[in-house]
C-alpha cells in the first residue's frame, strides 16, 4: 500500500500532462447525433458534469484516454454518450467494448447506456460469466455493436472464436486500475492485443494510481491525460466520521444503536472479507435486523436477486465485501459504513463514494479500533481530508441527509 502512496505522490501533473482546456459546457454544443441528445435530455441530463464537458470532446476526437475524476461525476455516461456517437448504425458486428471488473457493474452500466441509447437502433450485448453462454451467442450473432463485458467471459469467447472483434473502434476500460492488476491484466491484454491495432482505448477511474500510467503506457497511444487534483476526490458532499470501538463486540453493539437511531434511506456495510460479512449478516438477522449480503461465494442467481432487491429500496441495509466497493451506483445510499476500515487506499474513496452520488449529501462512518489510528491518519493525509470523531447528536447528523 504504501508503495502506492508514494508513487502517486511523486508524480507531479506536468508529468502528467493534463487536459484540462477545452471543455464544451452544454450537450448541444458537443456536436452529437439528434437521437443521441434525445436520449440524454429523455434520461433526464439537463447539463454536463465536469469530466462529460472535458472527456467527451476527446474521446469523440478519437484520441486515447487516461481519465480520472471522482466517484459519483457521471463517467459511466462519458463514455456511454461517446460510444453512442462514434458508433456507425449502419453497420452490423461489433465496434465498441466495455470492459468492467465485477458483473454487476457490467449490468449497471448495460442498463445506463440503453437509457441513454433509447432512440437509436444501436444493439447491445451483455457479456458475463455464469450465464447462458447460448443466448450470449445469439445476441452478438444478431449484429450487437456494442459489447457490456467482465473479461473472463470476453476471452473465453474470443478464445473459441465466438465474438468477431475485426471491427472494433473503441474499448473502454471502467475502473481501470482495478482492471489492471494482477487479476485482470492478462485478460484486459488479450482482449487489446486481438482487437485491430488502430482501435482507440479510453481508461476511466476515480483512482488511477502510477502504476496504471505506466502499464498503460503499452498499449496507449499519445494518451489524453484527464485528471482533477488529488485534494478534490474526496466528494464535496460527503461528511466523514469515525467511531473509536475497542472491540468487535462494539462495533456490533454501535452497529444496533444505530438501526434504532436511523432514519436513514438505504446504506452499505462494509467488511473487510467474506466471512466478517457473513457473520455479521448472521448476527443481524438473529437479532431481529433486517439486512442483505453481498460477496463472491454466493452463486450468479442470488448476486443477482440481492442487487435487485436492493435497487427497488426493498431491501435497506445491503452487507458487502470491496466486491461492491466500485462502481455501482444506487443514488439512495446516503451512508457508507466502514465496519472495518480498508485494508487498501483506493477502496477507501470508492467504499465511500458509494454515497454522495452526482453532488448528493452523504455520510461514511469509519469504524475504528486503537489500532487502525495510524491508518485512518494515513487516509486523512493521503486525501487531504477530515474525518472527524461522530459527536453525540447523531440525530441532527443523520438527518441532514
Ligand atoms: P462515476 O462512474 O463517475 O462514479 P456514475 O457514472 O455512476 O458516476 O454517475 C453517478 C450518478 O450521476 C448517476 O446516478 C448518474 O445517473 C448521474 N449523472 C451522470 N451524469 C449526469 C448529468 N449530466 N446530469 C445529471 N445526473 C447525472
Ligand atoms: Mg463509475
Given at each position: 500500500m504504501s508503495t502506492l502512496i508514494e508513487d502517486f505522490e511523486n508524480k507531479s501533473e506536468s508529468e502528467m500532462d493534463?487536459?484540462?482546456?477545452?471543455?464544451?459546457?452544454k450537450f448541444e454544443h458537443m456536436g452529437l447525433k439528434k437521437t443521441v441528445l434525445r436520449g440524454i435530455f429523455a434520461y433526464g441530463y439537463e447539463e454536463p458534469s465536469q469530466i462529460q464537458k472535458k472527456a467527451i470532446p476527446v474521446f469523440l476526437s478519437g484520441k486515447d484516454i487516461i481519465a480520472q475524476a471522482q466517484s459519483g461525476t457521471g463517467k459511466t455516461a462519458t463514455f456511454s454518450i461517446s460510444i453512442l456517437q462514434l458508433i456507425d448504425e449502419s453497420i452490423k458486428g461489433v465496434q465498441a467494448i466495455i470492459l468492467s471488473p465485477t458483473r454487476e457493474l457490467s449490468e449497471q452500466i448495460y442498463t445506463v447506456i440503453r437509457g441513454l441509447a433509447f432512440y437509436t437502433k444501436i444493439r447491445f450485448a451483455l457479456i458475463l460469466g455464469g450465464q447462458s453462454r447460448f443466448e450470449q451467442i445469439n445476441e452478438i450473432r444478431d449484429g450487437a455493436q456494442c459489447v457490456i463485458c467482465t473479461p473472463g467471459r470476453l476471452n473465453d469467447f474470443l478464445q473459441n472464436s465466438?465474438?468477431?472483434?475485426?471491427?472494433?473502434?473503441h474499448i473502454v476500460i471502467d475502473e481501470a486500475d482495478e482492471l489492471l492488476t494482477n487479476a485482470f491484466i492478462h485478460q484486459v491484454k488479450n482482449i487489446v492485443e486481438i482487437v485491430p491495432n488502430q482501435a482507440q482505448i479510453c481508461l476511466f477511474s476515480a483512482t488511477l494510481p502510477k502504476f496504471c500510467y505506466n502499464i498503460s503506457e503499452k498499449f496507449l497511444v499519445d494518451p489524453i491525460k484527464i485528471c482533477v487534483k488529488k485534494e478534490q476526490?474526496?466528494?464535496?458532499?460527503i461528511k466523514q466520521y469515525y467511531i473509536i470501538t475497542h472491540d468487535d463486540k462494539q462495533k456490533y453493539d454501535a452497529i444496533t444503536d444505530l438501526y434504532e437511531s436511523m432514519i436513514i434511506n438505504q446504506l452499505i456495510i462494509y467488511c473487510n472479507t467474506k466471512q466478517r460479512v457473513m457473520y455479521l449478516a448472521d448476527n443481524l438477522t438473529r437479532d431481529g435486523h433486517t439486512c442483505t449480503c453481498i460477496h463472491s461465494d454466493l452463486t450468479t442467481n442470488e448476486r443477482m436477486n440481492v442487487m435487485s432487491k436492493f435497487r427497488k429500496g426493498d431491501s435497506r441495509v445491503l452487507i458487502s465485501t470491496?466486491?461492491?466497493?466500485?462502481?455501482?451506483?444506487?443514488?439512495?445510499?446516503?451512508l457508507v459504513i466502514n465496519y472495518d476500515i480498508p485494508r487498501n487506499i483506493e477502496s477507501y474513496i470508492h467504499r465511500i463514494g458509494?454515497?454522495?452520488?452526482?453532488?448528493r449529501k452523504g455520510i461514511a462512518l469509519n469504524f475504528i479500533l486503537e489500532l487502525d489510528r495510524e491508518t485512518m491518519r494515513r487516509l486523512e493525509q493521503f486525501y487531504c481530508t477530515q474525518i472527524e470523531e461522530l459527536p453525540a447528536n447523531v440525530d441532527t447528523i443523520f438527518n441532514q441527509i
Amino acid at each position: 500500500m504504501s508503495t502506492l502512496i508514494e508513487d502517486f505522490e511523486n508524480k507531479s501533473e506536468s508529468e502528467m500532462d493534463i487536459e484540462n482546456e477545452n471543455s464544451i459546457e452544454k450537450f448541444e454544443h458537443m456536436g452529437l447525433k439528434k437521437t443521441v441528445l434525445r436520449g440524454i435530455f429523455a434520461y433526464g441530463y439537463e447539463e454536463p458534469s465536469q469530466i462529460q464537458k472535458k472527456a467527451i470532446p476527446v474521446f469523440l476526437s478519437g484520441k486515447d484516454i487516461i481519465a480520472q475524476a471522482q466517484s459519483g461525476t457521471g463517467k459511466t455516461a462519458t463514455f456511454s454518450i461517446s460510444i453512442l456517437q462514434l458508433i456507425d448504425e449502419s453497420i452490423k458486428g461489433v465496434q465498441a467494448i466495455i470492459l468492467s471488473p465485477t458483473r454487476e457493474l457490467s449490468e449497471q452500466i448495460y442498463t445506463v447506456i440503453r437509457g441513454l441509447a433509447f432512440y437509436t437502433k444501436i444493439r447491445f450485448a451483455l457479456i458475463l460469466g455464469g450465464q447462458s453462454r447460448f443466448e450470449q451467442i445469439n445476441e452478438i450473432r444478431d449484429g450487437a455493436q456494442c459489447v457490456i463485458c467482465t473479461p473472463g467471459r470476453l476471452n473465453d469467447f474470443l478464445q473459441n472464436s465466438c465474438v468477431d472483434v475485426s471491427k472494433v473502434k473503441h474499448i473502454v476500460i471502467d475502473e481501470a486500475d482495478e482492471l489492471l492488476t494482477n487479476a485482470f491484466i492478462h485478460q484486459v491484454k488479450n482482449i487489446v492485443e486481438i482487437v485491430p491495432n488502430q482501435a482507440q482505448i479510453c481508461l476511466f477511474s476515480a483512482t488511477l494510481p502510477k502504476f496504471c500510467y505506466n502499464i498503460s503506457e503499452k498499449f496507449l497511444v499519445d494518451p489524453i491525460k484527464i485528471c482533477v487534483k488529488k485534494e478534490q476526490l474526496t466528494l464535496e458532499g460527503i461528511k466523514q466520521y469515525y467511531i473509536i470501538t475497542h472491540d468487535d463486540k462494539q462495533k456490533y453493539d454501535a452497529i444496533t444503536d444505530l438501526y434504532e437511531s436511523m432514519i436513514i434511506n438505504q446504506l452499505i456495510i462494509y467488511c473487510n472479507t467474506k466471512q466478517r460479512v457473513m457473520y455479521l449478516a448472521d448476527n443481524l438477522t438473529r437479532d431481529g435486523h433486517t439486512c442483505t449480503c453481498i460477496h463472491s461465494d454466493l452463486t450468479t442467481n442470488e448476486r443477482m436477486n440481492v442487487m435487485s432487491k436492493f435497487r427497488k429500496g426493498d431491501s435497506r441495509v445491503l452487507i458487502s465485501t470491496d466486491l461492491l466497493s466500485r462502481g455501482i451506483d444506487v443514488q439512495q445510499v446516503s451512508l457508507v459504513i466502514n465496519y472495518d476500515i480498508p485494508r487498501n487506499i483506493e477502496s477507501y474513496i470508492h467504499r465511500i463514494g458509494r454515497s454522495g452520488r452526482f453532488g448528493r449529501k452523504g455520510i461514511a462512518l469509519n469504524f475504528i479500533l486503537e489500532l487502525d489510528r495510524e491508518t485512518m491518519r494515513r487516509l486523512e493525509q493521503f486525501y487531504c481530508t477530515q474525518i472527524e470523531e461522530l459527536p453525540a447528536n447523531v440525530d441532527t447528523i443523520f438527518n441532514q441527509i
